[in-house]
């Protein structure tokens, strides 16, 4: 059983940046692919982005693109969301996952571990 927990989130303003991490517990994290989700009110939960194990393949949600940067570090267990020039529209609870056969995807319906979520709210 893999643990993920998510922590950066917080309340910023439009235009401002905020950076998630998700720290997992166990000791495969380099062999998972891992991805980031998110989840506003009232609306189904929806792909941010993903990273395989290599960090070699990386993508994002149009929605995000050229503003948020995800990125891995093995040694660390731990996955990252840079997100800079935030949106209102961005404001939701966002999700680390893991799929445990290292190959990236944005369906959640893939992904094998779930981290608790951290709240992302921007202000305008």
């Known amino acids: 059983q893999e643990l993920l927990k998510e922590s950066g989130g917080g309340y910023v303003q439009v235009g401002g940046s905020l950076r998630l991490t998700c720290t997992a517990s166990?000791?495969?994290?380099?062999?998972?692919?891992m991805a980031w989700f998110r989840q506003a009110p009232g609306q189904d939960r929806q792909f941010v982005s993903t990273i395989n194990k290599y960090s070699g393949r990386i993508r994002y949600a149009d929605s995000v693109k050229g503003r948020f940067t995800i990125s891995r570090d093995n040694a660390n267990n731990s996955l990252y969301l840079q997100m800079n020039n935030l949106r209102p529209e961005d404001s939701a609870i966002y999700y680390c996952a893991a799929k445990t056969n290292g190959l990236s995807s944005s369906k959640e319906d893939e992904y094998d571990y779930w981290g608790q979520g951290t709240q992302v709210t921007v202000s305008s």
């Open positions: 166990g000791r495969a994290f380099a062999d998972y692919a």
